[in-house]
């Protein structure tokens, strides 16, 4: 993502900050934390968020925290007097006062924008008081082979059939999204045609032997490129190609219209949300695993049923955000959480049955019941309904791990990380899939992967614990001790007996290595043991 504030630019992929066309230079702590304001400019951030994001939830000193703000203002030519940019309230925090705009990824910024070809004028505002909308239109054609010359049409006519499975999306019918077969697509007439938000196009490229097929999606609005991407493959693969392309499409529409649909409705006046853009504001924060960001989350969750009180998903939100209170056990009531994860999942699955992700939140509520086994019909309805669910593959898999079951579990593990490589859960992911190698005695296997899930800078202490496990079993005493210090210091209240209440292994040797493990590396068998 890049974000303008006057002549910077920050450039959160690429890791720098540019004024002009010279680079400033920042230490990355300074940088995280100018970030962290930048992309919260429409909000205070408070000091406890900064210790959370910014040192990993360690306590530090009044006099660290002013030195990494210090940085900061140098860099962006600010000072504590002027606060041109970044305003210091008193005994709350910091904001970041000047305008900002935001652009979805310096790739997208920097590719060409589509624009109508015909017709110039401002585009009307598609209604945001619906779920989102999409228009698959016929795919261009270069180069020709008569032997496959429909397959222009039949891989966006196999895309309309697999996402009008996908509840949470309105998907707009053949006959209607095929008459614009234009080249030149007019954006704007397709938007007030159809009543858009999204639209998919795409070109076939046929050379000889060789296939290439090119999808973007592209945002009705705006007429920016949301996401691409360019298959290559040989022609005699076509039926391989089109599988693939489905897949691809559904993982990236569960993963980019929700942070678009964020990023727009950062950009409307508090006032003028509705529950679409409450709900969609609240996930890009109830996805950062943190005990401040979860709890903005579940109030825009909050928010967004209080409007719209048939909005399954929102409640399957409020489920989430409660889940993972009670998982990590942010409040002094964990049960009374996990009573609220369970009753709003209820509601979710009540207003729509068939919805993945209410589905998904239900079968986590037997987590927290020391049954994981019990919501595993759930999941299974999760991945009927949508087989490209990466979450739902996911929880699965940890189900299985928990249940001993390696195999499995390693198998669909693999399937959620190839349908979702950038998945918010890809730390979860990674730590199960290192649970999996446990469960195997590939000790290797199971460092390897949980420092990667650890590492993560959206991974929960917990997954720290796993990581130094892991490791000591493995004979890594150097990078054991680490990461038990990582752990120690970001939760001082770590035990063995939080670590097997979150994860409930029924393999008795899998727990005796574990909790061996933990004890040698000096965790407490109970937090009262500290």
């Not at 140098?74 to 305003?87: E, N, P, S, T, V």
């Amino acid at each position: 993502m890049k974000l303008l504030f006057e002549d910077f630019a920050l450039d959160t992929r690429r890791g720098d900050l540019r004024f002009g066309d010279r680079e400033r230079p920042m230490e990355p702590r300074a940088f995280n934390l100018l970030c962290l304001l930048v992309e919260n400019h429409d909000r205070l951030v408070s000091k406890q968020e900064i210790l959370e994001k910014v040192w990993d939830g360690r306590i530090v000193t009044d006099s660290a925290v002013s030195t990494v703000v210090k940085a900061v203002r140098k860099a962006i030519g600010d000072d504590g007097d002027a606060q041109k940019y970044l305003r210091t309230v008193r005994g709350r925090g910091f904001r970041f006062v000047a305008p900002v705009r935001i652009f979805p990824g310096s790739e997208a910024e920097e590719r060409p924008t589509v624009q109508s070809l015909t017709d110039p004028q401002t585009p009307a505002q598609t209604p945001k008081d619906a779920k989102p909308s999409i228009a698959i239109l016929p795919f261009a054609t270069v180069g020709f082979s008569e032997a496959f010359s429909a397959i222009g049409d039949a891989i966006p006519t196999e895309l309309i059939s697999s996402l009008s499975r996908l509840r949470w999306l309105r998907v707009i019918a053949r006959g209607s999204s095929f008459r614009f077969r234009n080249r030149d697509i007019d954006f704007d007439a397709v938007r007030s045609a159809l009543g858009v938000g999204y639209v998919i196009t795409g070109a076939v490229e046929i050379f000889g032997s060789k296939l290439a097929v090119v999808v973007e999606l592209i945002d009705a609005d705006t007429h920016n490129v949301v996401w691409s991407e360019r298959i290559p493959s040989q022609i005699d693969d076509v039926h391989e190609i089109r599988a693939q392309i489905v897949r691809d499409v559904i993982a990236a529409l569960e993963l980019h219209i929700p942070f678009n649909e964020a990023e727009k409705a950062r950009l409307s006046s508090p006032s003028a949300l509705d529950a679409w853009g409450e709900y969609h504001i609240g996930l890009q924060h109830m996805y950062r695993f943190n005990r401040t960001d979860n709890e903005i989350a579940a109030a825009r969750f909050e928010r967004a049923t209080a409007a719209d009180p048939r909005f399954s998903r929102a409640f399957a939100a409020r489920s989430f955000t409660s889940f993972q209170s009670a998982f990590l056990k942010y409040s002094p009531e964990p049960q009374k959480d996990a009573e609220n994860a369970l009753r709003f999942a209820e509601r979710s699955v009540e207003i729509d049955p068939l919805d993945p992700f209410g589905n998904f939140n239900l079968a986590r509520t037997h987590w927290l019941e020391g049954d994981p086994d019990g919501g595993l019909a759930l999941l299974a309805r999760a991945i009927e309904v949508n087989p490209n669910f990466a979450q739902g593959h996911y929880a699965s898999a940890w189900t299985d791990a928990i249940a001993g079951r390696g195999d499995s579990a390693r198998t669909s593990i693999d399937v959620a990380i190839a349908l979702s490589p950038l998945d918010p859960f890809l730390y979860a992911m990674q730590a199960t899939r290192g649970f999996a190698c446990l469960i195997e005695g590939d000790y290797a296997g199971a460092a390897q992967w949980s420092e990667r899930g650890a590492r993560s800078p959206a991974a929960h202490f917990l997954i720290g614990a796993i990581a130094a496990a892991a490791h000591h079993l493995n004979g890594d005493a150097d990078r054991a001790s680490y990461w038990t210090k990582n752990v120690r210091s970001r939760r001082a209240d770590a035990s063995i007996e939080h670590f097997f209440k979150a994860f409930p292994f029924s393999d008795a040797r899998v727990r005796q290595e574990i909790s061996g493990a933990l004890t040698e590396q000096g965790f407490p068998e109970t937090a009262s043991g500290l």
